[in-house]
């Protein structure tokens, strides 16, 4: 049977370069539920935020488009949310959020006028991994106008409709939540990886999760030692640390002595600086770290830094520190280093590590005087 | 992926101090000298440890580097893991519970095996 995607894809982002993602920024009035934003007023789902090169949103449209459905829709509130291939795609842009739903009502009519009969609508949000053919079978046999899928914590914004039943409901009918319906439908609960996205932390988690291997997301790039991935263009200098699991996305460049570990992903077009240090972090796209720095248990956009640990967001506008990078025009293939690559031999140790380490080392000799 | 160059692996002494340090640099020397060296130091019998063993590690992971190979750290008892994480040191290395899964490392990517992969705000979290 006919089978088509209709995917809400976060909300408003506007004055965004088109073909470049998202920027999102931390809302600072500590609503954690709306958590990244593109400015001050217009919220962003994490699922438009970048992982490994490629938001959830648009690894949802590959995965309908891997299970053979038709048509694939994306309503999106502006350009601001870019697709690696938009020919098989639609992209719908409304001018009011609030406006989304009417636009999933005409999708769906034109859906039925293609003859599809049966439609997914998810409003990302959460980040899951659905037995799609089994979600359909279930919503088959159960013979239901609408069925939910959940998890074991409840909705998850994602629906299964038979379109020609829903676009004869009333307007209410959309969104399909499940309070809105006198008689809720059986939701077909999944019992695969679902992150909800519901928190930057969630988002780092996410990451982890992907790092050790607990959700089918992977690491794009090269593998160039074992649990070390660098995408197109990126630029590691020879003094750099790398430490397994991490990830350096395309163009992003780290500069000499800087480390990155513990589960850190660099998002395209980063750069980090001379001595910095990336631990338990993600930078998302066009992101620069100074000099220096200790980067730890944070997620950081640009000049909004999110500290996890600490759960509080810091705007900083000084350069030095982070800031951000101007998307570039071109795709500059580069150097990347390979392991067991000669060229990644130095010809003269300029090692900052020990001067990284300088101040601690001094502490621990006054501390323990020998035995520990 | 996999790789196939042997890994040598290094019994730390019991002592891990400036003396001891010295002698243990000059034993694995030839090993950091060759092309890709590959090292595993095992500290399953180290008990005492100091900054001279900072520095010996220091050491060791940026002669490996310089040479395009590496050095990972396996059997780091809680203690010993509380000076790592002072010094930071900690956050420079792989490090496994054993010496066969730091080896395995070199040749895949096996995250299981690893010690100090959960994350630090983990405790923070309100349970979103």
Request: proline content about 7%; charged content about 25%.
């Amino acid at each position: 049977m006919p089978f088509s995607a209709i995917l809400l894809g976060g909300k408003p982002a506007t004055g965004t370069v088109p073909g470049h993602s998202i920027r999102a920024r931390v809302n600072r009035n500590v609503d954690w539920r709306t958590d990244l934003c593109l400015n001050d007023d217009q919220p962003v789902s994490l699922a438009c935020v970048e992982i490994f090169g490629q938001s959830i949103l648009e690894r949802t449209v590959a995965a309908c488009m891997n299970a053979g459905m038709r048509s694939v829709s994306v309503i999106a509130v502006s350009a601001g949310i870019s697709f690696h291939e938009t020919k098989s795609v639609r992209i719908a842009i409304p001018k009011r959020s609030e406006d989304r739903w009417s636009i999933v009502r005409e999708m769906l009519q034109r859906d039925l006028q293609q003859g599809i009969d049966t439609a997914l609508i998810a409003e990302l949000g959460a980040y899951a991994e659905i037995d799609l053919p089994s979600a359909l079978r279930f919503h088959r046999a159960k013979g239901q106008p609408i069925t939910p899928i959940h998890d074991a914590q409840g909705s998850l914004s994602f629906w299964i409709v038979d379109v020609a039943r829903a676009l004869s409901a009333p307007d209410s009918a959309l969104p399909p939540e499940d309070d809105r319906i006198i008689n809720p439908p059986v939701p077909f609960v999944i019992t695969g990886y679902v992150n909800r996205l519901e928190h930057p932390r969630d988002f780092r988690r996410l990451v982890v999760d992907a790092f050790l291997g607990r959700c089918s997301i992977r690491p794009s790039g090269r593998e160039i030692k074992p649990g070390v991935w660098v995408d197109a263009g990126a630029r590691v200098h020879k003094t750099a640390r790398l430490v397994a699991p991490c990830y350096i996305g395309s163009n992003t460049r780290v500069r000499p002595a800087a480390v990155v570990t513990r589960c850190s992903n660099l998002e395209r077009n980063c750069n980090v600086g001379e001595g910095s240090l990336i631990s338990d972090a993600s930078l998302l796209p066009h992101t620069l770290v100074g000099r220096g720095l200790d980067v730890a248990a944070a997620l950081v956009d640009r000049v909004d830094f999110v500290a996890l640990d600490r759960n509080v967001t810091v705007r900083i506008q000084d350069p030095t520190l982070i800031s951000d990078i101007p998307p570039r025009k071109q795709y500059v293939p580069a150097y990347v280093p390979q392991y067991g690559d000669a060229e990644h031999r130095g010809a003269e140790p300029d090692f900052a590590h020990l001067d990284y380490l300088a101040r601690a080392k001094g502490r621990l000799l006054e501390v323990f005087k020998g035995e520990v | 992926m996999t790789t196939g160059k042997p890994v040598v692996v290094k019994l730390l002494p019991e002592t891990v101090s400036a003396q001891q340090s010295q002698a243990f640099y000059r034993e694995v020397e030839p090993v950091l000298e060759a092309d890709r060296p590959r090292l595993v130091f095992d500290f399953s019998a180290v008990r005492h440890f100091d900054s001279a063993g900072v520095e010996l590690l220091l050491r060791c992971m940026e002669e490996a580097m310089k040479r395009n190979g590496d050095v990972k750290l396996a059997s780091i008892s809680p203690q010993l893991a509380v000076i790592l994480e002072m010094t930071r040191v900690d956050r420079l290395f792989e490090i496994f519970e054993n010496s066969y899964d730091a080896v395995e490392s070199f040749h895949r990517f096996s995250p299981a095996t690893m010690q100090s992969l959960t994350p630090s705000w983990k405790s923070a979290d309100s349970g979103s």
